[in-house]
């Protein structure tokens, strides 16, 4: 066990090069933390630069300019700007603020008309440039992610195209930019996020070089720092279920930023599509059962139901009110997931 995630060049999976090298490297960083680094992930610094610029542009408005779009309008979309406080990870508010953003559909999109939850049109802030910004860099990350499951992939011995055969032909894609003030948290506060694992198959995510994410591991916990030119990868709940827990989706939180300096990250949550059935995969043996020490006490193996069912069920947590609301109107009986 080492106490610093390894980085790993993504770009023969990306190019179609002798992937055996990133696969390997893949493997050792999933059975060891389930959080490494990405490089040579194709997104280019430029959009990122441009993203951060603007990302830094909005949240410096005034609260009242930034709830002109707030979550609550998004409706099951679930889009839309919350303020710090607003979202509740382990329980507790968490002191970060954000927007919440995914893969653009129109409204006439068939599952955007029948009110499938998470999916629909952005809440798009009134600023030049924002949301080519954002399009571009889901279409880059999203690239770089379906790379990273080819590599995930052949790190199990499966055929390269085993998840997208599967589960993302038409991936559930949910991106976020949050800001943690610098300004001081109410006591209530005490994370920028809160203990929780991700619930889906990959997190991508930058930050920017302020620092503050750390990662639980067996020997406790240590930093993730922000390392230029990468992005942090962490797999999530469900790659943790089809592998049955040989790959674990790995606890994380966010420190209380005291930097002096806002701190921009942009998680970008590359999951199944929302109606997959997420089944284990053939031939690999359960490993022992973490629901006792798990975040959330439940146990990511145990649930029936598809992607969105345990989706649902996860943030109507964080949101209670926004859940309550959407559970109520739009979702079929919640399949309960412990
Ligand atoms: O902002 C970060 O560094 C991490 C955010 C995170 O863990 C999440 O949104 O799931
Ligand atoms: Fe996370």
């Known amino acids: ?5 390894p980085i790993i060049d993504i770009q023969p999976l990306l190019e179609g090069g002798d992937a055996s090298a990133p696969a390997a490297q893949i493997r050792a960083a999933c059975r060891a933390h389930g959080f490494f680094y990405i490089r040579g992930h194709g997104v280019e610094a430029a959009l990122i630069a441009e993203l951060e610029r603007l990302s830094r542009a909005f949240f410096a408005q005034p609260e009242a300019w930034k709830l002109q779009w707030p979550m609550s309008a ?3 979309a679930w889009r839309g700007y919350f303020k710090a ?8 508010p968490d002191w970060k603020e954000g927007l919440y953003l995914g893969s653009e559909l129109a409204p006439e999109h068939a599952l955007v008309r029948a009110g499938t939850p998470l999916h629909g049109p952005n809440l798009w802030p009134d600023l030049p440039g924002l949301k080519e910004a954002v399009l571009a860099y889901i279409e880059a990350v999203s690239r770089a992610a379906h ?8 790190s199990l011995e499966l055929p390269a195209d085993y998840f997208d055969a599967r589960y993302t032909a038409d991936p559930l894609i949910l991106f976020r930019i949050f800001n943690y003030p610098s300004r001081p948290a109410p006591s209530v506060a005490q994370w920028g996020v809160g203990e929780h694992t991700d619930y889906g198959l990959l997190t991508l995510l930058y930050q920017d070089p302020t620092g503050g994410l750390q990662v639980k591991t067996p020997a ?4 993730a720092p922000p390392v230029p030119g990468t992005l942090v990868c962490n797999i999530g709940d469900m790659l943790d279920r089809m592998t049955r827990g040989y790959y674990r989706s790995t606890p994380h939180r966010v420190r209380l930023n005291s930097s002096g300096r806002d701190r921009l990250s942009f998680p970008l949550f590359f999951d199944p599509n929302f109606a997959a059935r997420v089944q284990p995969i053939e031939g690999i043996p359960a490993a022992a059962d973490d629901r006792a020490s798990r975040w959330d006490g439940a146990s990511v193996h145990a649930f029936e139901g598809s992607y969105g069912d345990y ?7 964080v949101f209670p009110e926004l859940g309550q609301a959407v559970l109520a109107g739009t979702v079929p009986p919640s399949i309960p997931v412990v």
């Open 85 to 92: 406080g607003g979202e509740l990870t382990s329980g507790l």
């Open 311 to 317: 989706l649902m069920a996860k943030v109507g947590k």
């Open 220 to 223: 406790g916990w240590i930093e």
């Open 1 to 5: 066990m080492t106490d610093s995630l």
């Open 74 to 76: 998004g409706g099951p």
């Open 147 to 154: 790379a990273l499951l080819r590599g995930i992939a052949l």
